[in-house]
């Protein structure tokens, strides 16, 4: 972000408040929401947050339990959710990433909001559309090396189940599990040396989340071999290895 965050948050203040208003009261209503771990929340920033990704509305459940502001890493395509809820995250304002290429704009506007002691909510799997756990990109593991900023995982259980309840009638029981604090994190180096020990951070960060679901949602971080064999084959991040070209804006 080249502006100043402040100033950005400030004109976003109102329609904010007026999503998370809503936001906490959608999940009131419609689920039976339990938090476990409210006692792990930092009283403020820096901070990097992270969660397992199952469901397009899972940044609709972080903003709704997190006690501070948040700005949000995001897909520009928003592939697994409906048309007709694509105006929300563009109200809200997010920085936008192009999954399958570096987005070194979104990367350098989230560390300034690091900088300045903001709060950044990542989805390291950087997709929905799978009930298990998928393996994670670098981003957050870079981001995390580049600021040393804390990170704090966090698992939600359920949320795949939200909208074929409601559609039964149902209410879907949604628990969310808040862990420790992670990190700091350092990565030295070029090149594949220093992408070796942003995986190996990935895969600790990723390894935290998996322990705070049930075992059979830790797909590709599973000691089951049969579900890391599943949860690599539905690996393909919606856009395989070629990288994603702007058509939701």
């Known amino acids: 972000m080249s502006t100043d965050y402040t100033a950005f948050r400030r004109r976003r203040r109102p329609v904010r408040a007026a999503l998370r208003w809503l936001a906490r009261r959608a999940f009131s209503l419609l689920s039976h929401l339990e938090i476990e771990g409210r006692e792990n929340l930092p009283s403020s920033g820096p901070l990097i947050v992270v969660a397992n990704h199952f469901n397009f509305a899972?940044?609709?459940?972080?903003?709704?339990?997190?006690?501070?502001?948040?700005?949000?890493?995001?897909?520009?395509?928003?592939?697994?959710?409906?048309?007709?809820?694509?105006w929300i995250p563009k109200a809200w304002g997010?920085?936008?990433?192009?999954?399958?290429?570096?987005?070194?704009?979104?990367?350098?506007?989230?560390?300034?909001?690091?900088?300045?002691?903001?709060?950044?909510?990542?989805?390291?799997?950087?997709?929905?559309?799978?009930?298990?756990?998928?393996?994670?990109r670098p981003g957050t593991a870079f981001l995390a090396a580049r600021t040393g900023v804390p990170i704090l995982p966090i698992a939600f259980e359920g949320m795949h189940y939200l909208?074929?309840?409601?559609?039964?009638?149902?209410?879907?029981?949604?628990?969310?599990?808040?862990?420790?604090l992670?990190?700091?994190?350092?990565?030295?180096?070029?090149?594949?040396?220093?992408?070796?020990?942003?995986?190996?951070?990935t895969d600790e960060i990723m390894q935290h989340i998996a322990e705070l679901l049930p075992p059979d949602r830790r797909g590709y971080y599973s000691d089951d071999p049969a579900q890391r064999a599943e949860a690599a084959c539905a690996n393909d991040y919606d856009y395989g290895f070629r990288p994603e070209i702007e058509r939701d804006i």
């Open 58 to 86: 899972d940044p609709a459940l972080m903003v709704a339990i997190a006690p501070w502001p948040l700005e949000f890493l995001g897909g520009i395509n928003m592939r697994h959710a409906p048309r007709l809820v694509h």
């Open 94 to 136: 997010y920085f936008r990433v192009l999954r399958g290429t570096a987005s070194r704009d979104a990367l350098r506007a989230a560390e300034q909001v690091l900088r300045e002691g903001g709060v950044i909510g990542i989805y390291p799997e950087a997709t929905a559309g799978a009930a298990i756990l998928r393996p994670a």
């Open 163 to 180: 909208f074929p309840s409601l559609r039964q009638g149902r209410r879907a029981r949604i628990r969310v599990r808040i862990g420790e």
């Open 182 to 201: 992670l990190g700091p994190f350092t990565a030295i180096g070029h090149g594949r040396e220093r992408r070796r020990q942003l995986d190996k951070i």
